[in-house]
């Protein structure tokens, strides 16, 4: 690959590439509802910690230290670190596999830099970790945005059936071992399936031919999408989701609660569902370890911040390892 010289001046002609006319900014309230749903998440954790610490006649925080120092954390590091990496090649792979049918030719070992160096920008918000990938593929291979933005939409809408999937999947092998409400995922599942027949239906212009909805720039993926590119993303995704699976069964045994894998499987995607919810530290998933562990709120909070944060930030630290190649090909011009 060869790129022109750099400009004088790179941030000036990364901005002049960007609209005229950006956005507006967000309204109010949905600038503020990820930071009310994290208050509300802190507030309930709060709570049942502060129960729990009053059975055991101590306080949160000496609650939380004897949770704490009873991790092996040595071991643990062990498990997380290769499944970081792993989680990251198999992330690399959806979306070089999307990038190369819908927008550009680019080689795996190309991805990599572009979607690591992204994980950074994720840490303070996954919008914006997509929009630099947006950037980047426009600057390195003159993608147009609204094409990249159609394939990362693609990538989330293939999300959604991925998890729902292996949660069908989970309810199935031991729908008897879990709690009552995920007694909806058949329903839910059942609806999913409906939506998708329809909107298949309508993007290959056999539903409502006459709309122009469907030529909007942002659904260029799903314009060009085969029926068959859904199911080998859930497919090529699904190794992550089994790994973690065990890693998880794992992780949770070192903080003293025993779960089996197949018990994990059907609460592994919904715990990610929550993950996915907009706002800070991931709190939705944390608390919804507590909410499905009852009688372990001190190991579950443990658990789910460590777990899930740690993930963040060391995918992130994955990405510092290509920053200086993705700063290079960001700001020394496109491919010639």
């Known amino acids: 690959m060869s790129t022109s010289e750099p400009p004088?001046?790179?941030?000036?002609?990364?901005?002049?590439e960007l609209p005229a006319n950006p956005r507006p900014p967000l309204p109010l309230w949905q600038r503020a509802t990820p930071w009310l749903i994290t208050i509300a998440c802190f507030a309930y954790l709060y709570s049942k910690?502060?129960?729990?610490?009053?059975?055991?006649?101590?306080?949160?925080?000496?609650?939380?230290?004897?949770?704490?120092?009873?991790v092996p954390w040595g071991r643990w590091l062990l498990l997380m670190v290769p499944y970081s990496f792993f989680f990251f090649l198999i992330d690399s792979l959806v979306l070089w596999r999307v990038v190369n049918w819908y927008n550009?030719?680019?080689?795996?070992?190309?991805?990599?830099?572009?979607?690591?160096?992204?994980?950074?920008?994720?840490?303070?918000?996954?919008?914006?970790?997509k929009g630099a990938m947006a950037l980047y593929l426009y600057r390195r291979d003159r993608v147009p945005g609204f094409e990249v933005g159609s394939s990362m939409l693609f990538i989330m809408f293939?999300?959604?059936?991925?998890?729902?999937?292996?949660?069908?999947?989970?309810?199935?092998?031991?729908?008897?071992?879990?709690?009552?409400?995920?007694?909806?995922?058949?329903a839910i599942a059942a609806g999913a399936l409906i939506f998708f027949v329809i909107f298949r239906?309508?993007?290959?212009?056999?539903?409502?031919?006459?709309?122009?909805?469907?030529?909007?720039?942002?659904?260029?993926?799903?314009?060009?999408?085969?029926?068959w590119h859904f199911p080998m993303i859930i497919l090529l995704r699904s190794p992550a989701l089994l790994t973690a699976v065990w890693v998880y069964s794992?992780?949770?045994?070192?903080?003293?609660?025993?779960?089996?894998?197949?018990?994990?499987?059907?609460?592994?995607p919904v715990i990610f569902f929550g993950a996915a919810t907009p706002g800070p530290m991931r709190t939705v998933a944390i608390t919804l370890w507590v909410v499905l562990f009852p009688g372990y709120e001190g190991e579950m909070t443990a658990f789910g911040f460590v777990q899930h944060n740690f993930f963040i930030f060391f995918n992130a630290a994955i990405g510092l390892i290509f920053?200086?190649?993705?700063?290079?090909?960001?700001?020394?011009?496109?491919?010639?």
């Not at 004088?8 to 002049?16: F, G, K, M, N, R």
């Not at 979607?115 to 950074?120: P, T």
């Not at 991925?162 to 729908?175: F, Q």
Request: glycine share 10%.
């Open 250 to 268: 794992m992780a949770l045994g070192f903080f003293g609660v025993e779960v089996t894998n197949l018990e994990m499987l059907g609460y592994l």
């Open 158 to 186: 293939c999300e959604f059936y991925y998890l729902l999937s292996w949660a069908c999947v989970g309810y199935a092998l031991r729908g008897d071992a879990l709690p009552s409400e995920f007694g909806l995922i058949p």
């Open 8 to 16: 004088s001046d790179p941030s000036s002609e990364v901005q002049s």
């Open 104 to 129: 550009t030719k680019v080689a795996y070992l190309d991805i990599l830099p572009i979607r690591g160096s992204s994980y950074i920008l994720s840490i303070v918000n996954e919008q914006v970790g």
């Open 49 to 70: 910690l502060a129960g729990a610490a009053g059975r055991e006649d101590e306080t949160v925080v000496s609650y939380l230290t004897q949770v704490f120092a009873s």
């Open 323 to 336: 920053l200086n190649r993705a700063n290079r090909e960001l700001f020394g011009g496109a491919k010639d």
């Open 201 to 227: 239906l309508f993007f290959t212009g056999k539903l409502f031919s006459g709309s122009n909805l469907r030529d909007k720039p942002i659904f260029h993926a799903f314009r060009q999408a085969e029926t």
